[in-house]
């Protein structure tokens, strides 16, 4: 057993090591998790199949019944369920992982493990509503009769996409809610917020074309974009100079997400 | 065999206390944000008021020790004396400020039985995910499975959710997982405060046994009879500082328990509050003293032969009938004597109590107690409900020193072997 040596102010240099060796805590963290939110309540899956489907179906009323968004040539809710996909997946993971830290604070304060663990596993327990949605698009698909093709492959990458948007932008935010406690009100602010600057219940075509470079920096409206082409085969939109900077963009907040995390993440025990 | 594996230099751990922020748990952003926009316009004024605001706080400075392996070392010290924060950092659960530490082999804390059950899991799905928490991987719980079961007895609920369970039951599973834990260095912090007498023994056994396999304990605890009985060295703290480090067990507790001077002694044989100690509306206690039939202070040492009382000038704003209050005294080893209430007798016999200032008294018979120091300590509460003075939780004490007036007897002129000296009546009957 190697020796462990731990000087005052010196950041660790086996942190990665850790990480790697408490992987299956990272699993059973998300294993629990998972068994708790279908667990307590028996309508726990049936939750996040309605979810989805809901706010889909009121979408649907509000932008095409009522506002008369284009569709362009796509069921309009295949449309939109396409986009809510890939949202629902990054709106939960973010604020699954901001609070995890808080409401894991009786394991941080008592037992040592690279805290990043925890951010983590919360991110899993959103993807498994993500498979159970895909399960529902799969049924809608079959249900207007559309055929997937090879495109369908994309939402590999893409999936990859929001998970890494949603890992940055949750460890930023899960390490400031430890700071600041009142940082917990800001989340659901910014889901909220960004849920309407995302072309989730209307098709981003609808952008002036002016505006469209701007408009495809957020990281989710090329990937909801992507989404909608992989799914329905049709080139809906796509900004790839917009894709690019947002990837940039993506790569810059996970990578500012952990070092934020790792700076403050010794002193979590004494504030938390 | 006898090489460290532990090794601690100049170990010190500060903590920022912002006074401005009492009665506040967390900083908020908003705080953070109003600061320093007022900053903005009040330059001068701020940078005194920030000054003021935060202080350091050195919860451990400057403390060393070596540790070899298949020791046990008991950890003693006040509340607040830094035990905890030591813990916290040879368990790498927080950060040194200064210094530095040397582990060597694998490291379990268990600074608290049970730390991440989760009520709606089962006792099988909490045995598998504890255990990961404490560091142990699938196939060695998968292995030790059957074994933490049977420790915990409860192979019948193995499938219930553990929201379910007794708290007996709920501690006796949680001990059990953190028991089969096998690492080279068990950290323990106060875990036996719970759970009943027998759970206690268990728990004592098995720690026992680690350390006798050869594995290194440390072990926080207020129960000087749990580390005389597991023990073979000690480390006393005190604010922070590390006293003393020897394996000279009976000499350090005595000296924690009742300081080193004997002289000392007399000025603690009674307690005074000092301001806002312990203020509850039920029970303030004002002084608490040992003194004759007609309330007059004794002085120490105070000899055998007559009754003491226990006086204790309290004041009550709010009446319960459930206010339980009384003393426990423990003998110089730290074992406890015996606890006793003002409630013990028949209710019709109790005192009652009266709001306003009032002095409750209790009486210690003369030879009862043999010759050495005692240590009473105020204990009490909301019967069932809730602890005013816990007992081992820095409730208010002070000390008791008998000499001499043992017994009448020509033959007993000195102090006897065994804690109790009483004169008891002996007849002849044909």
């Known amino acids: 057993m190697s020796k462990l040596v731990i000087e005052a102010g010196k950041s660790e240099l086996h942190y990665w090591a850790d990480l790697w060796k408490y992987r299956e805590l990272f699993l059973f963290l998300a294993w629990r998790d998972i068994l708790v939110r279908y667990k307590q309540t028996v309508i ?229 | 065999m006898s090489s460290p594996v532990i090794r601690v230099e100049n170990l010190g ?153 007794s708290s007996g039951m709920y501690m006796r599973l949680a001990f059990a997982v953190a028991a089969h834990l096998e690492p080279d260095i068990l950290v323990v912090d106060e875990v036996l405060a719970v759970g009943d007498a027998a759970f206690q023994k268990k728990c004592l056994g098995k720690m026992g046994e680690v350390s006798s396999g050869g594995r290194t304990v440390l072990f926080v605890s207020h129960q000087m009879n749990a580390i005389e009985q597991l023990c073979s060295r000690v480390l006393l703290l005190e604010s922070g500082r590390l006293k003393t480090d020897s394996p000279d067990l009976r000499n350090v507790i005595r000296d924690y328990l009742f300081g080193s001077e004997d002289a000392d002694i007399a000025a603690r044989s009674q307690w005074t509050r000092k301001d806002g100690q312990f203020d509850n509306s039920w029970f303030a206690p004002r002084r608490i003293y040992l003194g004759d039939q007609n309330g007059t202070a004794l002085a120490m040492p105070v000899s055998n032969d007559g009754d003491m009382w226990v006086y204790i000038e309290a004041e009550a704003a709010t009446l319960d009938p459930a206010l339980t209050i009384g003393y426990a005294i423990y003998s110089e080893g730290g074992g406890l004597l015996y606890w006793s209430y003002q409630t013990d007798s028949a209710p019709e016999d109790w005192p009652i109590i009266e709001r306003g200032r009032f002095t409750l008294r209790g009486r210690i018979p003369a030879r009862l107690l043999n010759e050495g120091v005692y240590r009473l300590e105020l204990i009490g509460g909301l019967h069932h409900r809730q602890w005013l003075f816990e007992p081992g939780k820095s409730a208010p004490q002070f000390f008791l020193n008998i000499q001499g007036g043992l017994s009448d007897s020509p033959l007993w002129a000195a102090k006897r072997p065994g804690l109790l000296a009483p004169v008891l009546p002996w007849s002849l009957s044909s």
């Open chain 1, 44 to 272: 726990g899956v049936l939750w996040a199949v309605l979810r989805p489907l809901l706010t889909t179906i009121v979408f649907v009323v509000v932008f095409s019944r009522l506002a008369k968004m284009p569709s362009e040539g796509v069921p309009y809710p295949i449309l939109v369920f396409s986009a809510m996909l890939p949202w629902q997946f990054f709106a939960t993971a973010l604020s699954e992982a901001s609070n995890s830290l808080v409401s894991n604070a009786n394991m941080i304060s008592k037992i040592y493990f690279p805290r990043l663990v925890v951010p983590a596993s919360a991110i899993i327990v959103a993807f498994t509503d993500f498979l159970i949605s895909l399960f529902i698009l799969a049924v809608m698909m079959i249900w207007y009769g559309i055929t997937p093709s090879w495109q369908l492959l994309l939402i590999l990458p893409l999936t990859g996409i929001t998970f890494l948007t949603a890992f940055g932008a949750g460890v930023w935010l899960a390490a400031l809610n430890v700071e600041y406690r009142d940082f917990r009100y800001v989340i659901p602010f910014i889901v909220q917020f960004g849920l309407y600057i995302s072309p989730v219940g209307f098709s981003s075509s609808v952008i002036p074309e002016k505006w469209r470079l701007l408009y495809s920096i957020n990281p989710m409206v090329g990937v909801i974009d992507g989404f909608r082409w992989a799914i329905t085969g049709k080139a809906v939109f796509f900004h790839w100079g917009g894709f690019a900077i947002s990837l940039c963009l993506v790569f810059l907040i996970a990578a500012g997400g952990i070092w934020y995390f790792r700076k403050t993440e010794r002193a979590f025990a004494d504030v938390i």
């Open chain 2, 13 to 165: 751990k500060k903590y920022l206390l912002r006074h401005q922020q009492q009665g506040r748990r967390y900083k908020a952003l908003r705080d953070v944000l109003s600061d320093k926009v007022k900053a903005i316009f009040q330059i001068s004024n701020f940078k005194i008021q920030n000054s003021k605001s935060t202080e350091e706080f050195w919860a451990l400075r400057d403390v060393g020790f070596e540790i070899n392996q298949g020791e046990a070392v008991g950890i003693i010290g006040r509340n607040g004396a830094g035990k905890s924060t030591l813990l916290k950092l040879l368990s790498r659960i927080t950060q040194p400020s200064t210094g530095r530490m040397e582990l060597d082999g694998r490291v379990a804390s268990l600074l608290e039985v049970g730390t991440g059950f989760h009520p709606e899991l089962t006792g099988r799905e909490n045995i598998y995910f504890n255990g990961a928490i404490l560091g142990m991987g699938r196939l060695e719980i998968k292995r030790k499975f059957d074994e933490i079961v049977d420790f915990a007895e409860v192979e019948k609920f193995l499938d219930t959710p553990v929201k379910r369970y």
